[in-house]
């Protein structure tokens, strides 16, 4: 069993920055991928970040020089790095990870964090 649990979310205003992280427990290991997620109301998920077993990482473009993720694998931990935000940023964060090296189809999944970016 895998348990993803994300911490840090909240409010932040427009141009300031935020880190969210992921904990992870269970069967999962540094060579999984895990990933960045969000959701925002009446829309549908979608992928923010994600990064290999191997530390390579992919980005969405409305992310691309704004958001960092990187992953401590002694601590199981995985950190999404939000700079510049933006009010359209604001949505549910949900941290993912996959069965495999690269994110293809996240199998498991956190319950997710708030953010939320005042203009």
């Known amino acids: 069993q895998v348990q993803l649990v994300e911490a840090g979310g909240g409010l932040v205003q427009a141009g300031r920055s935020l880190r969210v992280s992921c904990a992870a427990s269970?069967?999962?290991?540094?060579?999984?991928?895990m990933g960045w997620y969000r959701q925002a109301p009446g829309k549908q998920r979608e992928m923010v970040a994600s990064?290999?077993?191997?530390?390579?990482?992919n980005y969405a473009e409305s992310v691309k020089g704004r958001f960092t993720i990187s992953r401590d694998n002694a601590r199981n931990t995985v950190y999404l790095q939000m700079n510049s935000a933006k009010p359209e940023d604001t949505a549910v964060y949900y941290c993912?990870?996959?069965?495999?090296?690269?994110?293809?189809?996240?199998?498991?999944w956190g319950r997710g964090t708030q953010v939320t970016v005042s203009s």
């Open positions: 269970g069967r999962i290991f540094s060579s999984n991928a």
């Open positions: 990064i290999t077993g191997g530390g390579s990482t």
């Open positions: 993912a990870a996959d069965r495999f090296g690269i994110m293809i189809s996240p199998r498991y």
